[in-house]
Structures are given as structure tokens and as C-alpha cells.
């Protein structure tokens, strides 16, 4: 429904569109529309039952346009006849919508003057009371409990969320993963496909480690189990940007699909998952509302590349990320974007993670960068298990989804919880013989531990952040504490010095971390592009960052 009233302000309608109607878009759709006078409430009444009626029978869209103006301009402050002298002349001389309607019912001879007083003054002690119960009542604290279908979950600050358990026992990982290698009599899958089932059974066999798909799916299908609903959608969910999850199969005679997700167990709880248009900003939207409305459901939507978030903005600074002080509205909703400098040039590089963190405050939001299926796994299910509602944001990974070195056995599926901080069991055993810490995020881990191993560096720590919202200070300053005064902690990004976690960390630290750890950073010169669109560029940056993160 189009409330056509004027809302561009000083902008009238032969400026803001090129088409006569603001509905005119809706007619490549081929439904109804209606246009009605919004100076005439028994027809705007008449239409909307109609348009109702016409949606209830035949399943499709309706739009209404109903064409009004603001007798105020934009606000009781404005003065409209500044720049529309002629149209507001015209206003000044009708009467306003109750008058105009209760000429016509006059007429009619329908109701009286006093009759139609009397039930204006009503209507006004009505609201004039509902006004004064309104700001007598006090306002519900941030932590307060939850009413409805949120009864039992919360907000509020992390620090006072229990932790919990997020393994689930290994006979059921193997079972669940078997499940889904079981296709219909009729279904022919493609070649790959068979190549990539018979490797989920070598996994559940425990004779290959698994994948970041499997990690993943994993999570998905033992919350579907324990009957809670699933629903995932984005730009490629289905297949997965980069061939990676496959989650519904399309058989390669006819086309029809299947999707082993679905047919798990006897009972188990709906799994939606289902592509979404490249328009970034009705889709993240719409999975935003729909996560209002069930707080038991794990509600997940993907970007194609991370940078893609973009074109959503509007709906992460206005709801997703600001909801909860200025409504108490609650959202467990998840964000999957791709992120990681892999030489693919600046628009798939980056999901923007210093946005992000320039948003969190107040434990509002959690990010987190895994990089281990079984970080990821843990992840996702703690999203859901634990009763403290906060949107997600994951930044997932492209070339770890295949790299041998970011696999997971079953066993780290089956006991413990997402970590926060994962520290460095080799420097630890020798934490007294570290010459310098090197802390980070995501992908650059592999890179920088792969180097390590290259130049025999044994005394070279390597820890990595986790979770980057709320920001796990204690949990840190343990992991720090093994080791000596003034031993020097180097954060090391792939991201330019500008982009990234550098800025959060360093406002947070200054240039010494706990006060005992002088504080620096190697990362890529500031940019004002994400990265370059050079790969041969990119593999000489890249170099020169590892070597300047060992002091070479």
C-alpha cells in the first residue's frame, strides 16, 4: 500500500519518478492495482476489503495507491507554499478529511451534527487518556523480561549469559552425516555430486577430516533434530557461492531436486533453504522481520561476496544493529559474508568487518570470524541454544573452505563450545622463551602458520581472535598472561592499516596491551580501496606482510 502523500517534502512527483503513478512499477507483475482518493474513507475502506478479498482467493499480490496530501507539508513547522504556492493554495481551501466526510453523511441525513461531536469527544478523551496511562507507566530496562513468544529469551550484556555445551555425541554426528549420502531410488545426481557424498562417508567414517560444508552442516542438521527450525537464504545458499554446500541437489536427467537436509529424521523441525535475488536489502529485511517472530528458529542469510552487505545498510544501522536500545527488539538473526583478501580484486574482498565494529557497543551485536569447522559448528549452535538473542555476524571464509590445513575430526564436533580465543599449545609449553606475539583473525592464521613452520621461528607465539564482538578482554588477558612482561604483541592483518581490526584494537589498547605488552600492527599501507585488483600485486603484499609480521 502506497501512502502517496506528498513524503518527498519540497520534491513534488514530476521530480521523484518518471512514471505517472508511484504503483507503476507493479505492473510488470500483472496484479491489480487501485488507485483511491484518500479524501474519501468509505472508498480507501471499499478497496483495501476488495484487495483483500482478491488476495485471499487468488494468492497474489494487490497494490493500492492511495492519493492524499499533507495539509501541514512535511511537518507543523513546515511552510509548504514556499516552493508549492499553487497547490497549497488549493489545500488551504478544501476541508479536511473529517469534515469533508461528515458533509456527506449530513446529506445522507446518516447521523447528526451532535451525534458525530459527541463521538469525536470520545475518541479524544479515549487517546487523551491512553496518553497519560502512557507516561505514567515506567519504560521497560533493556534487561527486562520478554513477553510472548520471547518469553525466556534475553539481551543485555554477554558477561552474564551462562556458557553451555555445544557438542553433540559422536554416534549421532556419524549417523547424520550417513543420512544424507542416501538419495532416493529415482534421483540421479551429478558425477561431483557422487565424488562429494562418497567423501561424507569417508568422514563419518572417521577415515577424512572434515570440511568447512560438513562443519557447517553439520550444525544445521543436529539443531533440525532437536526440533529446531532452520531457514537460510541468500544470493547462492543453496549450491553456495563457491560450489561448497550443495545443500539441495538437483538431479541431472530431469532437474528435479532434493534437499538431505529435509529428510533426516521423523519429526525433526523444517528446513528452509532457498536462493535469494541479488537485491541485498529486501532480503536481509525481510529475514530480519521474520527473525522477530521466532526466536526459536536459527535464521540465517548469506551474501554472495561479503562486500555485497552493502546495499543493506540501511537495514543493519536502522534495525539490526540499533533495535534493541531504541525498541527492546530482540533478533537472533545470522549474517554469513564471505570475507578474506584472496587476489580476487576490492568488490570480493571484504565484508567491511571495521563497519561492523565501528557499530558494536553495549554487547549489541556479536562478530565472529572462525576458522575451523568446528568453530564453526559450535558457533552456530550456540547462536540458537543459548537464550540470549543478539544478531550474528560471520565473517566465513572462500579459500579455507577447501584448504586441508582448516579441517576438523568429529571428536571436536562432540565435546566443548565455540572458543573464543584459541591460543597457541606449542608457545604456550614455552611461553618463558617467546621473543613476540603475533595475534589475529581469519585466513592470514594458515599464512602466518605456514611461515612460522618455513622459517623454524619456534619462538614466535601465534593466537587468534575468534570472536571480535563483544570483545573477549578476560578471555585474552588469560592467554597473554603465560607470557613475559614486555614480550611485544604484533596484531597482524591482511585488510589495509585503515580497514580491518586495527583501529577497534588500538583505540581499546592504545600502544600497550593489559600494561604489559607493547602493542603495534603489520598490515597492508592505508587504502581508500579494499584491495587491489591485481593478483600478481596482491601475492607480493602479501609476502612482504608476512615477512614484516617475523620482523624479517
Known sequence: MVVNNQIGFTTPPSQARSTTYPTSVA??????IFHVNGEDPEAVAQVVRLALDFRQRFRRDVFIDMYGYRRRGHNEGDEPSFTQPLLYKAIEARKGVREGYLDHLLRLEGVTREEADALAARRREHLENELKRAHSAKVLPTDAPMGG?????????????EELETGVARDRLVSLLEVQTKLPADFRPHAKIVKILEARRDMAAGRKSLDWSAGENLALATLAVEHVRIRLTGQDAERGTFSHRHAVLHDYEDGHTYMPLAHLAA?????????????????????YGYSLDRPDALVLWEAQFGDFVNVAQVVIDQFIVSAEQKWQRLSGLVMLLPHGLEGAGPEHSSARLERF?????EDNIQIAQPTTPAQMFHLLRRQVLRPWRKPLIVLTPKSLLRLPAATSSLDELASGTFRRVIDDPQATAKARKVERVLLCTGKVFYEIEKKRAELGREAVALLRIEQLAPFPTEVLRRALAVYRDETPVIWVQEEPENMGAWSHLRVKFLDRMFERHPFSCVARPASASPATGSHASHKLEQEALLAEAFGL
Do not use: C, D, T
Request: proline content about 7%; aromatic content about 6%.
Open 357 to 361: 565494529l565501528s557499530l558494536a557497543a
Open 149 to 161: 513468544v520471547w518469553r525466556g529469551y534475553s539481551g543485555g550484556n554477554e558477561l552474564e549469559v
Open 267 to 287: 519429526g525433526q523441525a523444517a528446513v528452509e533453504i532457498a536462493n535469494s535475488p541479488l537485491s541485498e536489502i529486501a532480503p536481509l529485511g525481510f529475514e
Open 27 to 32: 505492473r510488470m507483475l500483472h496484479s491489480p
